[in-house]
């Protein structure tokens, strides 16, 4: 979590979230100890919110990771038939991720993909109501095209880490390979801010969300 988020406000609000179930807190602990990136507690709680709000049944996931978030959208979906499309390149997290939806009771309705996003993502024919964006960020502006060609009209696209440890806002990088995250990242919130097709608001909570509606 990046400096530029108040820490005494997001412990708040994550003292204030809902009782998690043991197989998150297990998840939790684990990508802890093995330094593997997932979202925030308070974030997955948003994820699941939006869905649920949103009604959405047909989801898209571009980065698994060890599953954290997709179970967090998967208990928002899957209730009411919903379904989950899940891209991850990275094969021990997506075995994590495997075990996981077997231990959740999920497995049958997840298509977890092993791969490169940039090559599964343009053989999927959607149409999706709902895209979580969390892979490389450089590859961001690569992926926008193609998440709004498959969204559907009034379907929400969501990019997590916005602002990528502060570095987008401030400029500051802390590694000179970060240089062209930071700088893509940028691009990619001043054209959604501005598509013809996308209405966006960029949010302060976790490492910055943006949150755009196909029109």
Known sequence: ?????????????????????????????????????IVEPEIGHFLYWLAKTKGSSRVLEIGTAMGYSTLWLAKAVMPQGGKITTIEINRP???????????????????????????ILFDLPGPYDFIFLDAAKGKYVEFLSKCIDILEPGGLLI?????????????????????????????????????PQLNTVVIPIGDGLAIS???
Do not use: W
């Not at 988020?5 to 807190?25: A, C, K, Q, W």
């Open 1 to 37: 979590m990046s400096d530029i988020i108040n820490h005494e406000v997001m412990d708040y609000i994550r003292n204030l979230l809902p009782p998690r179930d043991e197989l998150f807190l297990e998840m939790e602990r684990e990508a802890k100890e093995k330094i593997i990136p």
């Open 159 to 195: 990019a997590e880490d916005v602002f990528m440890r502060g570095m987008v806002i401030t400029g500051d990088i802390d590694k000179r390979r970060n240089k062209t995250a930071m700088l893509r990242l940028r691009d990619y919130l001043k054209i959604v801010s501005s598509h």
């Open 93 to 119: 997290r997506y075995e994590m991720a495997s075990k996981y939806f077997s231990r959740a009771g999920v497995e049958k309705e997840i298509n977890l993909v092993f791969g490169d996003a940039r090559e």
């Open 213 to 215: 509606t196909k029109t």
